[in-house]
């Protein structure tokens, strides 16, 4: 139980975790701990990292935990982080160099790369509009360097303020079709409001829970679609086609 509270607290301040939250829960429950949201979390896959984070307050919560900070959690936390960070040659530059505006860089990228990567942006910008998220306008920034796959490496980020990453540097906009540039980009903007906001992007008007969107592995066939995984499963809407949840009377 108390690992669970320490992930929590490692989490609420940016900080990515070396540990699996389905497995802490599993233990927990081992122990004689017990609640509805723990047994959600401990059930859940490896690659529902986002699902895992949404659980684990509501889990907490249900076990009677306090959610404030304790001092000693956190004096205890922050050597932890700088362990955890990672040291590619590439992350090191977007984790504290100039970031350039997407506005300024695109005229150098090639017309193709340009011309998916602005449809991409436009498809998830109409999902955030549309779930009234209040985030804002989506950017892109470039870091002045190319992968190895010779794209240029894209970090996303809110109002012109690019997302970083917190514990672990951001990834890169991937993505060598439309669909899965798309997918990549919703992808990113899941794990950025996630980490800048602490909240869950988009849930579930019917069930109140966050969306998944297929895994890395994913096909690529038809488009990608954003789902909810309560009562067995049900496809939400492809990514751009969220709706506004009708007003609660
Ligand atoms: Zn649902």
């Not at 498809?123 to 240029?152: K, M, N």
């Not at 980490?195 to 579930?204: H, K």
């Amino acid at each position: 139980m108390d690992e669970l509270e320490d992930a929590w607290f490692a989490l609420r301040t940016g900080i990515k975790i070396g540990v699996s939250l389905p497995h802490l829960a599993a233990d927990a429950l081992a122990a004689g701990f017990d609640s509805p949201a723990l047994r959600e979390l401990a059930a859940l896959g490896v690659r529902d990292d986002l699902e895992a984070r949404r659980l684990l307050p509501v889990a907490l919560t249900e076990l009677g935990h306090s959610l404030e900070p304790q001092t000693d959690a956190w004096g205890e936390l922050f050597p932890w982080e700088e362990s955890r960070a990672r040291s590619g040659l590439g992350s090191r530059i977007w984790r504290t160099g100039e970031l350039f505006p997407w506005e300024e860089s695109r005229a150098r990228f090639e017309p193709d790369l340009v011309a998916r990567t602005e449809q991409a942006l436009t498809i998830v910008q109409r999902d955030l509009d549309e779930t009234e998220a209040g985030l804002g306008r989506l950017t892109l920034h470039w870091s002045g360097e190319y992968g190895e796959d010779g794209e240029p490496q894209l970090l996303i980020g809110f109002g012109g303020e690019p997302h970083r990453g917190g514990g672990n540097p951001a990834e890169c906009l991937d993505g060598a079709d439309l669909p899965h540039r798309v997918l990549s980009l919703a992808e990113n903007v899941q794990e950025c409001v996630m980490e800048m906001f602490q909240f869950y992007w988009p849930t579930c008007a019917r069930h109140r829970r966050g969306l998944h969107l297929p895994d890395w592995d994913w096909d690529g066939v038809g488009w990608p679609v954003w789902r909810c995984r309560a009562e067995g499963g049900h496809a939400v809407a492809p990514i751009g086609g969220l709706r506004k949840e009708p007003p609660v009377s």
